[in-house]
């Protein structure tokens, strides 16, 4: 089940609400570029409209299975009641991690993708510090995640949809024992560097596109007449006349 009360607890806890600052700030970059005409963020995660208001689509709208409110739709995150191929962007805030079929949610989201739409994913990373308390906590950590999903999983799972990774960035830089994470500084939001930074940030943020793969239709293929062998000749000028 996506997002429960002990969750939602959580994340107005200092801990909790510091995450959301952060997701917020990393989510208002990686949206600046996002444009068209419907934004759907599948799975409840803070405040509704928090995390995608960077978003240049005309319409917002969110869907989960309690889902209440303006633009809200209640509905369960792996069968979307959303026409095929009619959504330009999907965010996905921790909501894999939740989900009983993390796949399935993904393959509803490749449905209602247009092509060249856009899939944001955020997750936390279960080979840091954070994943390290997930596991070793008897309530799990953050409350009511089923699992943690790994940065290379996720990318295959994705290509096997068609959607190709275009950007990753890593965050959380700091362990998950403090009560609220260090100021607003950028070097606790993004990956510093590809060979430390991966198994030190606490969580990242996937950011792919649904690729439409044009078909280059082919010339037929004539059939030529096959020279003949043996039987009669084929005439000769020098015959005819």
């Not at 405040?47 to 978003?55: E, K, M, N, P, Y």
């Not at 509803?108 to 994913?121: A, Y």
């Not at 309530?139 to 996720?154: C, T």
């Not at 500084?185 to 930074?197: D, N, T, Y």
Request: net charge positive; glycine share 8%; charged share 25%.
């Amino acid at each position: 089940m996506q997002a429960t009360d002990s969750i939602a607890d959580w994340l107005e806890s200092p801990l909790g609400a510091s995450v959301l600052d952060i997701e917020g700030r990393v989510l208002q970059e990686a949206l600046s570029d996002v444009v068209g005409f419907e934004l759907l963020q599948v799975g409840r995660w803070g405040d509704t409209g928090r995390l995608c208001a960077a978003a240049r689509t005309q319409h917002r709208r969110w869907l989960a299975p309690d889902a209440e409110g303006p633009r809200a739709i209640r509905a369960a995150c792996d069968a979307l009641p959303v026409a095929s191929n009619t959504v330009e962007a999907v965010l996905l805030p921790h909501t894999l991690e939740f989900a009983d079929a993390p796949h399935e949610v993904l393959r509803e989201v490749e449905r209602v993708l247009v092509g060249e739409g856009i899939v944001l994913i955020c997750a936390f990373n279960p080979l840091g510090p954070w994943g390290l308390r997930h596991l070793l906590s008897r309530r799990r950590f953050p409350p009511g995640l089923s699992r943690l999903l790994s940065e290379s999983r996720l990318r295959d799972w994705l290509g096997l949809l068609g959607l190709e990774v275009e950007d990753v960035r890593r965050y959380l830089f700091a362990p998950p024992w403090t009560k609220r994470l260090p100021g607003r500084g950028r070097s606790w939001l993004e990956s510093r560097g590809p060979g430390l930074a991966p198994p030190l940030a606490g969580a990242y943020l996937l950011k792919a596109r649904k690729r439409v793969r044009a078909v280059t239709p082919l010339k037929p293929v004539w059939q030529t007449r096959s020279a003949r062998v043996g039987g009669i000749a084929e005439p000769t000028s020098r015959l005819a006349a």
